[in-house]
């Protein structure tokens, strides 16, 4: 099969893991007893920063705070679309200092950033593809704000259920391939069994052709990567996904944030989106 891919050149919001650390536990990937290695992450996170650059992506940098050691994982600070700033509100109490963080980020950029009433944890469950808004709950976001987030975007929102504690963002069991914004049309890879019966349907009708990816790949963090249309990002331990991707006609991009998966995060957890 050969099929022309088309990148498009993205803005990213990124946050240095200056202290980034696990010093809590609210995943089950997270455990106090396995230190980190910041040095090692601090060369994967900078590797991840010059591959978008090299891609032709612009990468902007948030302030990392002390006492905030998972503010590196910028995709959970806000979901913007359109120029406008649908911002968060965390789920543990430890990561709610990085509300106030991330919107000092944007309001210095010119955003208005609009705080959500429940909790809701950005582009971590709400992934935006083809006209529509893809939002995670059963384990962070709740339903609550995905009305919220309908009402602000005007942009119909589908609810998806999670149901496995392993992926309890929908950014580690989805990610979008083609956000349908280029000449390709909207498509996302994912891992079936991470959603509820009803909603693996929801997924199965909206995108007949999805890449999907077995249990391997997504505890390898396969699905927390991120797509310009053409390259993919993507954890290199994910090598069944790798070949499933190249056959599709994407560029698998490998960069491996090992250290960052000891918190419950990858690629896409460390990338936050800007759209104008
Ligand atoms: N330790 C963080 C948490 O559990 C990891 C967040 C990962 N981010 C993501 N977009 N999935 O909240």
């Keep these: 099969m ?23 536990a609210i995943n ?23 591959t978008y650059r090299d891609l032709g992506h612009t990468v902007e940098h948030a302030r990392p705070e002390p006492g905030l050691p998972d503010m590196v994982f910028a995709a959970n600070c806000a979901l913007v679309l359109g120029g406008r700033v649908f911002g968060s509100r965390f789920h543990a109490p430890q990561r709610r200092g990085e509300e106030a963080a991330f919107e000092a980020w944007f309001k210095n950029a010119g955003y208005v950033v609009h705080r959500p009433e429940s909790v809701c944890e950005g582009e971590g469950d709400l992934v935006p593809v083809g006209g529509f808004v893809l939002a995670g709950h059963g384990f962070r976001t709740t339903p609550d704000a995905h ?5 602000f975007f005007g942009t119909p929102v589908i609810g998806l259920t999670l149901v496995d504690p392993y992926f309890y963002h929908l950014d580690t069991a989805l990610f979008v391939l083609d956000d349908g914004h280029g000449d390709g049309q909207a498509n996302v890879c994912y891992y079936p069994d991470a959603f ?14 999805a890449v999907t990816a077995t249990r391997e790949d997504a505890m390898a963090f396969g699905l927390n990567s991120v797509s310009d249309g053409k390259h993919v990002i993507v954890a290199p331990q994910a090598t069944g ?9 994407y560029d698998p991009v490998p960069v491996d944030l090992s250290e960052f998966h000891k918190a419950g995060g990858g690629i896409k957890c460390c990338t936050q989106e800007i759209r104008a």
């Excluded at 050969?2 to 050149?9: D, E, G, I, K, T």
């Excluded at 089950?28 to 920063?49: F, G, H, I, N, Y």
């Excluded at 996904?241 to 190249?246: C, F, V």
Aim: glycine share 2%; charged share 30%; aromatic share 10%.
């Design 147 to 151: 009305r919220e987030a309908q009402e």
């Design 196 to 209: 509820s019966p009803g909603s693996r349907e929801v997924l199965t009708r909206m995108f007949p052709d």
């Design 2 to 24: 050969s099929l022309m891919r088309v990148p498009r050149a993205r803005r990213y919001l990124v946050c240095e893991p200056r202290y980034f650390d696990v010093q809590y």
């Design 28 to 50: 089950p990937w997270m455990s106090e007893d396995s230190p980190v290695d910041r040095a090692l992450a601090r060369t994967q996170w900078e590797t991840l920063v010059r």
């Design 241 to 249: 996904l790798s070949a499933r991707l190249t056959e599709h006609g």
